[in-house]
Structures are given as structure tokens and as C-alpha cells.
């Protein structure tokens, strides 16, 4: 089983759309896969299948064992597609965290699911927390989206920073572009020079596009609404990138 996040220090840069994607792209290829909303505001889940289709379960019950992890997953949102689904009770998460002594509650909890799946996708909220620091313990990848300004650039360095001082592994690291908007000169220069403006290179330039947005209006991966797009040939390349960070030899 692989583990990889998607998060940003940042919120509204085009983290939960790459996460939902990305499951769905996984999934089609017959890779099992499971996508844990930890965010509790739920975008991953209303993109998935609308805000009324999927409802989260209470964090307690499974941090005190009182449930196992299985009974918050909804099965096959689509064929090899399953998700936990955020609930309100996740901004409680970095609480419980830190009332554990071992620090390996979301290694923990994430064990199970081994034997029959193979690609577990953690959307992640857009904090620096003891949630952060175990989701980058846990994940083989973590997959951080940066929109090209200077702010945002700014936020990943900050970023590669607090990884370093935290010995949290900074090649896990990967960013790719978002919200790009090539009519704006600033944008237009640094998606030109990825490495130079990042560090490393991009996986991706996900566009700013009002496609994208309509994935929330119609509760569905950008593969299902509109294949034909730019954007979902960015999210396209970032798939091939992702799989073979965790699967080439």
C-alpha cells in the first residue's frame, strides 16, 4: 500500500481538486484506492458525489476504538473508489494527536486498510499542526500544489523549511503549478522556469478554469465532466507524474 497527501500551508490553491482527480484517475487505471477527506470543511467529498450523497462519521468513535476504520469508509463512490468523508468533528483531530503518546495514531489507524488497498490519497486541511507532522511522517509523497506568484512560491518555501527542521523527509516533497493563469505576466514568466522559480521541477500546470470550479456545482471528478479540457490534461499529466514517483524502479 502507498500513502501520499495532497496539502498546502495555504488554503484555495487547488489542493482538494487535485486529490479528487487523482483518486478518480488512480481508480480507473484498477488501482485500488481510498481517499480520506481529513479536511472537515468536506470539499473532497462534496466534489466526489454532492453534499448529500456522503456524510462522515464521528472522529471519536474511531480514535478511541469504539470503531473500526472500515465502518467510515463508503465503498466503491465509483468502481475501485472508495472515501472516508470529512466530518465536523475532524478539527478535533490535532487534539486527539496530541494526547496520544506513541505518535502513530495515523499510522495506526491507516494499517488495516493494507491488505485491500493500494493507493490511500490524504486531503489534507491547510494547517501547520501535529497533523501535518504525521501526515508527512506516514505519506511516501506529498504533493503540494503552489500557485505561480510570489506569495505562493513564498508558502513553499516555508514549507521545504519547517520539513527540514522537522527531519520530515523534504524529497517526499513534490510541487506542480495551480491556478494557472497565463494571461497574467507573472504567471506566464515563472511557469516558464519551474525549476528555478520551485527548486525542483513541476509535475503539472493545473490552469485557473471555470471547468474546474464546476466540479463542485456537479459533484463529479473533472475525467467524468469535461475530458477534453486543458485542465483535465494537466490533471491527467499529474497522474502519470504521481504514479511513477511511487511505482517506477
Known amino acids: 500500500m502507498r500513502i501520499i497527501a495532497f496539502y498546502s500551508p495555504k488554503g484555495g490553491v487547488g489542493k482538494t481538486a487535485a486529490a479528487v482527480n487523482t483518486a478518480y484517475l488512480a481508480s480507473r487505471e484498477g488501482v485500488r484506492t481510498l481517499l480520506w477527506d481529513l479536511d472537515p470543511q468536506g470539499a473532497s467529498s462534496f466534489y466526489l458525489a454532492g453534499a448529500e450523497r456522503v456524510k462522515g462519521r464521528k472522529l471519536s468513535k474511531l480514535l478511541d476504538g469504539q470503531s473500526p476504520i472500515a465502518r467510515f469508509i463508503h465503498e466503491d463512490v465509483y468502481d475501485d473508489l472508495d472515501v472516508i468523508p470529512a466530518h465536523s468533528s475532524f478539527r478535533n483531530f490535532d487534539i486527539k494527536l496530541e494526547q496520544e503518546q506513541d505518535g502513530n495514531t495515523l499510522k495506526e489507524l491507516l494499517?488495516?486498510?493494507?491488505?485491500?488497498?493500494?493507493?490511500?490519497?490524504?486531503?489534507?486541511?491547510?494547517?501547520?499542526?501535529?497533523?501535518?507532522?504525521?501526515?508527512?511522517?506516514?505519506?511516501?509523497?506529498?504533493?503540494?500544489?503552489?500557485?505561480?506568484?510570489?506569495?505562493s512560491l513564498n508558502s513553499w518555501a516555508q514549507l521545504r523549511e519547517f520539513v527540514k527542521d522537522k527531519k520530515l523527509g523534504v524529497k517526499k516533497l513534490r510541487p506542480f503549478f495551480s491556478m494557472a493563469d497565463r494571461r497574467k505576466h507573472l504567471h506566464r514568466d515563472l511557469l516558464a522556469q519551474p525549476e528555478e522559480a520551485l527548486g525542483v521541477p513541476a509535475l503539472a500546470a493545473i490552469p485557473y478554469a471555470s471547468v474546474v470550479e464546476r466540479m463542485g456545482e456537479e459533484g463529479q471528478p473533472?475525467?467524468?465532466?469535461?475530458?477534453?479540457?486543458?485542465?483535465?490534461?494537466?490533471?491527467?499529466?499529474?497522474?502519470?507524474?504521481?504514479r511513477k514517483d511511487l511505482w517506477s524502479r
Open 222 to 242: 473533472l475525467e467524468r465532466l469535461a475530458p477534453n479540457t486543458v485542465a483535465a490534461a494537466e490533471f491527467r499529466a499529474l497522474w502519470q507524474g504521481i
Open 111 to 151: 494499517a488495516p486498510l493494507s491488505e485491500d488497498t493500494s493507493l490511500v490519497i490524504l486531503d489534507c486541511p491547510p494547517t501547520l499542526s501535529r497533523l501535518t507532522e504525521q501526515v508527512l511522517e506516514v505519506a511516501d509523497k506529498v504533493y503540494v500544489p503552489v500557485v505561480p506568484t510570489w506569495l
